[in-house]
């Protein structure tokens, strides 16, 4: 799953809302844990994603990316 903003939609707390249920949905349905692959120079997701709780760590094989995790159980 993919959360993706068209610009004209950005800085109106649309992105927040969207990670914020698709966390929920994902405990819901039993998932663990969540992970997703960033763009480091993408520092506005990135930010978003600290506010909800979302680890963030070197991607080891490419260092253009960053990994974003959240434990949910």
Known sequence: ????????HKHKGTGWEMLGY???LARARGVKVIESLEDRRNREAIEIEREQGL???????D???VIVRKTLG
Request: charge should be negative; glycine fraction near 0%.
């Open 1 to 8: 799953m993919a959360i993706s903003i068209r610009s004209e």
């Open 63 to 65: 260092a253009r990316l």
């Open 22 to 24: 698709v966390c929920e």
């Open 55 to 61: 680890e963030v760590e070197d991607c080891p094989d």
